[in-house]
């Protein structure tokens, strides 16, 4: 019987099977860096991308900050300037109403009273004056009562003084100035 040895040829397949499996590992684990790495990439890439966004975001809203003052600054200036054309057309609704006040005074005045001075805040009104008489104070605050731009006349104080031969009488009456009305308020 002859005796065959496979020892060479089984150290020849085993040193195969190792160099066969080295290239494997070798292989897998450069396809398993390359994987890592490519996954590191597209990750890096989306992060990057994502910052863009963020920026152009962060961008668009101090522009937007930047509009939101410059409206507020324009909403502002548009009250002002509505508050201004309010008080110019008060006044302009006002400007008639001084010559109905004289007008007023002049025709309310009765014969033997006669103003010293007169003061003005708001609508309210103060006359000082001297009359011949109370009665004639009396007979003015009547008068005024019944006219159309004066209302509400109140005495504040009715003084008799003699002057030589002769009596008058100094006063003090408040009024209130009425104001034109408006045609939305005469249509109600």
């Not at 014969?111 to 009104?125: A, D, F, N």
Request: negative net charge.
């Amino acid at each position: 019987m002859p005796r065959i040895n496979l020892l060479p040829w089984r150290e020849e397949e085993r040193k195969k099977r190792q160099r066969d499996f080295g290239v494997a590992m070798a292989g897998g684990v450069v396809t398993a860096i390359v994987c890592v790495l490519g996954v590191v990439f597209v990750y890096s890439q989306m992060i990057d991308n994502q910052k863009d966004r963020n920026q152009r975001l962060t961008d668009e809203i101090a522009e937007l900050q930047k509009s939101i003052e410059e409206i507020d600054g324009l909403e502002r200036q548009k009250e002002r300037l509505l508050a201004r054309m309010e008080i110019i057309e008060q006044l302009q609704k006002s400007r008639p109403e001084i010559v109905h006040l004289f007008d007023g005074m002049a025709r309310q005045l009765p014969e033997g009273v006669y103003l010293t001075g007169m003061i003005q805040k708001g609508s309210k009104i103060e006359l000082r004056g001297v009359a011949q008489s109370s009665t004639r104070v009396s007979a003015l605050m009547r008068q005024v009562d019944a006219s159309e731009w004066l209302a509400d006349p109140e005495v504040d104080r009715v003084e008799t003084t003699s002057t030589g031969s002769s009596r008058q009488a100094e006063f003090i009456v408040y009024v209130r100035q009425e104001h034109a009305k408006d045609a939305s308020e005469e249509l109600r």
